[in-house]
């Protein structure tokens, strides 16, 4: 299932962080057309902006007031997955963020995509459901509207500053395009560009 196709984006901690760090992300989740849900432990966990000097309860509030951001709390079921997934059983376990939207997602009735750049979470879910759909934080950001409604240097400079204050990881699959569009000497700013860039 592509971003697009999915009834709401389930958003783990992480995601949220790359996000806020790309310094535009009402505008970025306004462009996204779609319902971008967060567990409440989720939201919880975020306690601060990757970017100095900015207020993360504030813009995230202000994404709820708009409503392009919902908090959903977890049903009974879901929590008791989200238990196991935070328990020590499953090799040290997941952080409550991404095991929180795991559990979320898991429960609800319509397809929902977890969006999580957590390698061990992503892992969870490929192996015990395989039928979840997952995305990276940059599927998002590579989405033909997000490119052709805003110009090339702000998006440039969204994923730049993602890169740079939040550490938002990049798979192999997209590291080219994050390099070209961001411009080398930047990338060379950017280890979470991967080893080597």
């Known amino acids: 299932m592509s971003p697009e196709?999915?009834?709401?984006?389930?958003?783990?901690?992480?995601?949220?962080?790359?996000?806020?760090?790309?310094g535009i992300a009402g505008r970025l989740v306004e462009l996204l057309g779609q319902p971008i849900v967060m567990a409440d432990r989720t939201f919880r966990e975020?306690?601060?902006?990757p970017i100095r000097g900015r207020d993360h309860a504030a813009e995230l509030d202000e994404l709820v007031r708009t409503g392009f951001l919902r908090i959903e709390t977890l049903n009974s079921d879901a929590k008791e997955l989200f238990f196991e997934l935070t328990g020590d059983n499953l090799v040290g376990g997941l952080d409550d963020g991404e095991a929180a939207a795991i559990a979320l997602a898991t429960f609800k009735p319509q397809s929902a995509l977890v969006i999580t750049d957590d390698r061990k979470a992503r892992n969870v879910v490929s192996q015990r459901w395989p039928q979840q759909g997952l995305a990276y934080s940059i599927d998002l950001l590579v989405r033909p509207n997000i490119e052709s409604t805003l110009s090339r240097p702000v998006l440039a400079d969204a994923v730049y500053s993602a890169l740079k204050h939040a550490r938002m990881r990049v798979p192999a699959i997209n590291r080219d395009w994050a390099v070209k569009l961001i411009g080398e000497n930047r990338a060379t700013e950017c280890p979470s560009l991967g080893s080597g860039r």
Do not use: P
């Not at 975020?46 to 902006?49: A, E, G, N």
């Open 5 to 22: 196709q999915a009834d709401s984006l389930i958003f783990d901690a992480s995601v949220t962080i790359n996000f806020l760090g790309t």
């Open 46 to 49: 975020i306690q601060r902006h």
